[in-house]
């Protein structure tokens, strides 16, 4: 059992502290976007959806697998709100993309809650993320991203996707090498950072080291939570009939009150459906002569007919007499559209 935390959404609406920073030489002090700034949009947000452990696990095999092509269902994709919240625990997520090849922190903790808040078009196909983390239960222990994504699901093959303020400031994409044209993350999303962060580090001064340096890492802390939060929607979109709990918590917020306490939020817990495998049309006639496989990780497909998905759980296949296939790498590359500058980097792990 991973250890409970308080919801990541009602950390963001009680806190009050700003995200302040000091230059260690002139003493002078900034004031950035943190976790703060959005209290009163998260406390506003009408639809927050809080994912189980099982969910977790479903949305990160069916994101991060390369059998996964979730260009080909671009269609199907919408956020269903104007202004929308998701969240999760961080350890089965963490868990889960350990067999996908990323390394988890330098430090192991595999603790705390993720989010993100989504403003959305009235039709939900275009809109801007920001992203959330928290490793304990004080204010001070909530983050917001740097930068922020943007993206519109009705963007064309060659064409970019419009930012919803209009502002083309620098942008990012990132892209998997292997993907090619069914790459969502390419064709519909940039990366950008938040205006107060980019002046900030704008007057900083970086060499381009420490700018590339800067820019991996705080893309690390949205672009890899993308892939999750797409499969979310796209099995909203497709099984409307997800297994929903409201958290009852009346009792609880009675109880807050004459404690003098904020009262928690409301969310709506949602949880792993039965999914449908896919089973490929004939037998596979093997060689009674031939050497079998060897054990090895086969990653989750996700299949489309028109509008059913299809999705097969990853599992082991092969004998392990035969050899154990261990090592799995997954690239993602970065690169700014306005400037010749390009970053590439490798993930390397041992899928149990």
């Keep these: 059992m991973?250890?409970?935390?308080?919801?990541?959404?009602?950390?963001?609406?009680?806190?009050?502290?700003?995200?302040?920073?000091?230059?260690?030489?002139?003493?002078?002090?900034?004031?950035?976007?943190?976790?703060?700034?959005?209290?009163?949009?998260?406390?506003?947000?009408?639809?927050?959806?809080?994912?189980?452990?099982?969910?977790?696990?479903?949305?990160?095999?069916?994101?991060?697998?390369?059998?996964?092509?979730?260009?080909?269902?671009?269609?199907?994709?919408?956020?269903?709100?104007?202004?929308?919240?998701?969240?999760?625990?961080e350890a089965p997520w963490i868990n889960e993309i350990k067999r996908y090849g990323f390394r988890s922190a330098p430090d192991g903790r595999v603790t705390g809650r993720r989010g993100a808040f989504i403003q959305s078009s009235p039709q939900g196909r275009r809109g801007l993320?920001?992203?959330?983390?928290?490793h304990g239960d004080d204010e001070l222990d909530v983050f917001a991203s740097s930068m922020e994504a943007y993206f519109d699901f009705d963007?064309?093959?060659?064409?970019?996707?419009?930012?919803?303020?209009?502002?083309?400031?620098l942008r990012i994409s990132v892209f998997d090498r292997y993907a090619g044209n069914a790459d969502i993350l390419l064709r519909c999303f940039r990366f950008r950072y938040e205006k107060s962060w980019q002046h900030y580090y704008e007057q900083a001064k970086l060499s381009v080291q420490q700018d590339h340096a800067i820019a991996r890492h705080a893309l690390g802390t949205i672009a890899i939570d993308i892939p999750v939060i797409l499969a979310f929607l796209l099995l909203l979109a497709t099984r409307p009939a997800l297994p929903r709990r409201p958290l009852m918590l009346e009792r609880i917020n009675q109880a807050r009150r004459k404690m003098g306490q904020v009262p928690l939020l409301n969310h709506v817990e949602v949880s792993s459906p039965l999914l449908p495998e896919y089973r490929p049309c004939g037998g596979s006639m093997q060689d009674s002569h031939r050497r079998g496989p060897r054990l090895?990780?086969?990653?989750?497909?996700?299949?489309?007919?028109?509008?059913?998905?299809?999705?097969?759980?990853?599992?082991?296949?092969?004998?392990?007499?035969?050899?154990?296939?261990?090592?799995?790498?997954?690239?993602?590359?970065?690169?700014?559209?306005?400037?010749?500058?390009?970053?590439?980097?490798?993930?390397?792990?041992?899928?149990?």
């Excluded at 209290?39 to 949305?59: H, I």
């Excluded at 080909?72 to 919240?85: G, K, M, N, T």
């Excluded at 963007?155 to 400031?169: H, I, L, M, S």
Aim: with cysteine.
């Design 2 to 89: 991973y250890r409970a935390h308080m919801r990541l959404a009602d950390q963001i609406a009680q806190c009050r502290t700003p995200f302040i920073v000091a230059n260690t030489t002139s003493r002078q002090k900034t004031r950035l976007l943190g976790a703060a700034d959005f209290s009163s949009a998260v406390l506003a947000c009408p639809t927050r959806y809080s994912l189980s452990d099982d969910l977790v696990g479903l949305c990160s095999a069916l994101a991060y697998s390369k059998g996964s092509r979730k260009l080909a269902c671009a269609d199907l994709l919408h956020v269903p709100a104007e202004r929308f919240w998701i969240e999760w625990c």
């Design 129 to 134: 993320i920001k992203t959330f983390w928290a």
């Design 155 to 169: 963007t064309e093959e060659g064409e970019e996707p419009v930012a919803p303020d209009g502002q083309n400031r």
């Design 296 to 352: 090895h990780h086969v990653r989750g497909h996700l299949v489309r007919r028109g509008s059913q998905l299809f999705w097969r759980v990853p599992h082991l296949r092969g004998n392990a007499r035969s050899g154990i296939v261990r090592t799995r790498t997954v690239t993602w590359t970065l690169e700014s559209p306005n400037s010749s500058r390009q970053a590439s980097t490798e993930f390397v792990g041992r899928p149990s």
